[in-house]
């Protein structure tokens, strides 16, 4: 670490590459609240950007040195995704100015508070905001740093004035290890970031690295029936392990469940095997019930009753961009996801079809990393057979070059070898959008998924729909 957390409490203006990002946005937040003086820059504009500059914060397209004059900064900070040969860095190491990545300074106050850790490969951002929102509405005024917007708060991240942080931590750079929680929470373990991770031993591995990072004093809530979760308690103590997943075996279970058609499910909960009531949940989908267990679990231990819990459960609306309702015309429906997993797309899909079991189920899938495409295209095609049509963006690759031979027609290949019926494929977005335009029906239930872009597809859907004369109603993304 470049920085200790006295020189980060010393510091009065700080810089941040990539402000864009979720992550690092509500880390600019939360430094603003704290009295910090902020500035940013990054490569494109965002909706993360509009939120902080709504608060002030002024942001700057493009990397440059010439930012350092600018905004004369006592400590840049920087993503996981900005390389270390950005030119801001490299002058800011030339001028002995502080630098540190988002997770190094994130850590240093989380540490210093009770902090309540989210981790797994998937159902972070849910699970976090449904902790911060019970939280929140219990009266304990958490701080919150969530990697997604949660619909509720409206925002992803916030200083509170009680004495806890609900943080989501991310394994992909491994940055989770910097973090010591009170309470750490592992919602499941698979396979991801094939870049970092070469097989899913070495993402175990690197949980048990995080989990043996908690305070001595701490507590530990698995899903334990996840398949990775039980190979990770199979190599290390279970001391302080509270375990919930389906059924009576689970300090926490959930059985019985009822999904509600337009949204929403039901369930009967178990406590260590007894009846503790019925829990409504105002989102969807048997992920979210595990979610919701995950939760239940942590403000127990922090002393918010399942009672006072689950009225907060039951009004959640969720965080944007999973499973969010986008807009409608008279008889199409249009949704949006950011999985970017098969385990993610089959969750997704199983949902809606869980809420719309007469509906026909239509996918516009844009592929996330080529490193991903080309190490998980078969589970995908498995996954995404779950829809009754779909179509195929381009790869969107974020940080990565392009890889040689890898792109969505590794998905349309291996869909057409399983027998599923062949996706439509389309060179950009737009040519996605016109094509799929041209395929609605009334009374399709459109889903647009992935982590890149293609969110921005939904409202050009509904526009297109617009325009050939049906009413339209645009929720937003």
């Known amino acids: 670490m470049n920085v200790q957390r006295q020189e980060i409490l010393d510091a009065e203006r700080v810089h941040l590459l990539g402000i864009g990002g979720a992550g690092m946005s509500g880390l600019a937040l939360l430094l603003q609240e704290l009295g910090y003086e902020v500035s940013g820059c990054d490569v494109a504009r965002t909706c993360y950007t509009d939120k902080v500059e709504a608060r002030s914060i002024e942001v700057t397209l493009g990397h440059d040195a010439d930012h350092l004059d600018r905004y004369a900064p006592d400590l840049l900070i920087y993503s996981s995704a900005v390389a270390g040969t950005n030119p801001e860095i490299v002058e800011a190491l030339r001028r002995g100015i502080m630098t540190a990545k988002r997770a190094e300074v994130l850590s240093l106050l989380f540490n210093s508070r009770f902090g309540v850790g989210i981790a797994g490969t998937h159902g972070k951002t849910t699970t976090s905001s449904m902790i911060s929102l019970i939280l929140e509405r219990a009266g304990l005024s958490p701080t919150v740093a969530i990697g997604g917007e949660l619909c509720d708060i409206g925002c992803n991240a916030k200083l509170g004035q009680g004495a806890m942080m609900v943080a989501e931590l991310d394994e992909s750079d491994g940055s989770f290890e910097l973090f010591s929680p009170y309470i750490s929470i592992v919602t499941n373990i698979d ?185 998980l295209y078969d589970g995908f095609a498995q996954s995404l057979s779950l829809a009754d049509l779909v179509a195929l963006a381009p790869v969107y690759p974020a940080d990565e070059p392009l890889l040689p031979g890898v792109d969505s027609t590794l998905i349309s290949e291996a869909m057409k070898s399983k027998g599923f019926a062949e996706p439509l494929l389309a060179s950009t977005l737009e040519e996605l959008g016109e094509v799929l335009a041209s395929r609605l029906k009334p009374g399709d239930l459109v889903v647009t998924v992935g982590a890149g872009n293609i969110f921005k597809l939904g409202k050009r859907l509904l526009n297109s729909v617009r325009g050939k004369g049906q009413n339209v109603v645009a929720v937003g993304a």
Do not use: M
Request: charged share 25%.
């Open 191 to 375: 396979w991801d970031h094939v870049d970092r991770y070469p097989d899913l031993q070495s993402v175990v591995e690197g949980f048990n690295r995080f989990l043996s990072n908690r305070h001595p004093d701490g507590k530990t809530i698995v899903c334990a029936e996840d398949p990775g979760v039980q190979i990770l308690l199979s190599q290390r103590a279970t001391e302080g392990l509270i375990t919930y997943g389906w059924g009576a075996k689970w300090d926490w279970g959930a059985q019985a469940l009822e999904h509600f058609s337009g949204g929403g499910v039901s369930f009967d909960l178990l406590r260590r095997g007894v009846p503790a009531g019925k829990i409504r949940l105002g989102v969807s989908g048997e992920h979210n019930v595990l979610n919701s267990l995950a939760a239940l679990a942590a403000v127990e231990l922090l002393g918010v009753d399942v009672t006072k819990a689950s009225r907060a459960l039951k009004d959640f609306r969720g965080a944007k961009r999973r499973l969010q309702f986008i807009g409608k015309s008279r008889d199409i429906d249009v949704y949006d996801d950011y999985a970017h997993h098969p385990r993610e797309i089959s969750a997704t899909l199983t949902a809606l079809r869980q809420i719309f079991p007469e509906r026909r189920l239509i996918v516009a899938f844009q592929p996330h990393r080529y490193s991903r495409t080309a190490a």
